[in-house]
């Protein structure tokens, strides 16, 4: 059940220091001392009873890592409950179950808001309602190509490549012949949903709290999506020209 939180915690966006401290806390509530190896593939614990007479070890391996915030602050608040409310193992399974089971947001509501964001990036930047547009458009069909890349189970990487050509591509038709006043803050934001946000600040986040291995590894992650999205818009650049 440890694993199960600790797996969850890492792969859905939360810092190391976040999964020991989570983990620590339901362990001890439970009258058991855990002691956790965290890396970015795996996750390796050690179970020990308060009297130290019995201890357990295992391993699990973390799956791929993405973001999702209503998971990690449901687990969060269930691990206080465990303190609060005395909870059972099999009650805190059931609640584990309970979250991971919650229905994410409809695909058309995460297009729609994400392109939202995209467009008023480009506003902050400058952009006219025009650029705003294009700037909607690009983001709407370049998250949508990341998404059905993920699906078709492309590596991540080679998905954000995917997603920032199409955006570019869109966004820079009107570079290309001129449309609007200034074309390129559209191009400019057009790729801007995907940076990496989570991964550098969860970076900055382990190496601040002394997960040194952890933070280094979430920042290259994040230096090679950075990469990934410039390699995407340049090749838009060198077809149009621009």
Not at 193 to 202: H, K, M, Q, S
Not at 206 to 217: A, P, R, S, Y
Not at 226 to 231: G, K, S, V
Request: hydrophobic letters at 50%.
């Amino acid at each position: 059940m440890l694993l199960d939180v600790g797996t969850l915690l890492m792969s859905n966006g939360a810092s190391t220091g976040r999964v020991r401290t989570t983990v620590n806390r339901i362990a001890e509530a439970l009258g058991y001392e855990a002691e956790l190896l965290i890396t970015s593939r795996s996750l390796m614990l050690t179970v020990t009873e308060e009297n130290g007479s019995d201890y357990t070890s295992s391993v699990r391996r973390t799956p791929a890592h993405g973001v999702n915030f209503k998971l990690v602050s449901g687990i969060s608040r269930m691990s206080w409950r465990v303190i609060e409310e005395n909870l059972t193992v099999e009650q805190i399974n059931e609640d584990i179950i309970r979250l991971t089971s919650l229905p994410h947001y409809p695909r058309l509501v995460v297009l729609t808001l994400v392109a939202l964001a995209g467009a008023s990036f480009c506003r902050l930047f400058g952009g006219e309602g025009f650029e705003m547009i294009i700037a909607f458009i690009a983001t709407f069909f370049g998250l949508f190509i990341r998404q059905e890349a993920i699906k078709k189970r492309f590596n991540p990487y080679i998905a954000v490549v995917f997603a920032s050509f199409s955006a570019s591509m869109i966004s820079g038709l009107s570079v290309k012949f001129g449309f609007g006043t200034n074309p390129e803050y559209a191009l400019a934001t057009s790729v801007l949903f995907l940076i990496p946000g989570v991964p550098f600040i969860n970076s900055l986040t382990d190496l601040m709290d002394g997960n040194t291995l952890n933070g280094i590894v979430r920042g290259v992650n994040g230096l090679i999506i950075a990469f990934a999205i410039a390699l995407g818009l340049m090749f838009a650049m060198q077809i149009y020209g621009i």
